[in-house]
């Protein structure tokens, strides 16, 4: 069993479904070519492990291309892509604390 990303055309990812896997041919098709026809989508498999493509692709998702690789939606406008994940511009505290991102403030605010 293996998951694919339905892509439109800006390669966002609209939906994920249950298929067979990839090292199956379906009527002489590859699995992604098979999952697309007869759509206006592009397909890509995923994977729940990171294996293929780094990210689990969800609803939202990019992917990029170049680096063949699924990319969460960005969390914060100041967040910056490191790979295939968004860090903080500033590193979270680590004094065993609850924190949550400020984006007003660039800042790591304390919870409660």
Not at 21 to 45: H, S
Request: proline share 5%; hydrophobic share 30%; no cysteine.
């Amino acid at each position: 069993m293996a998951h694919y990303a339905y892509l439109d055309e800006n390669n966002i990812v609209v939906a994920v479904t249950v298929g067979k896997d990839e090292t199956e041919l379906i009527d002489g098709l590859d699995t992604e070519t098979y999952y697309a026809q007869g759509t206006p989508y592009t397909v890509k498999r995923t994977s729940y492990n990171g294996n293929i493509r780094k990210n689990y692709a969800g609803i939202g998702y990019s992917y990029n291309e170049e680096e063949d690789i699924f990319v969460a939606p960005q969390p914060y406008p100041s967040w910056i892509r490191n790979g295939s994940f968004w860090q903080a511009p500033l590193a979270m505290p680590n004094d065993g604390k609850i924190y949550t991102w400020n984006e007003d403030n660039i800042s790591w605010d304390e919870g409660d």
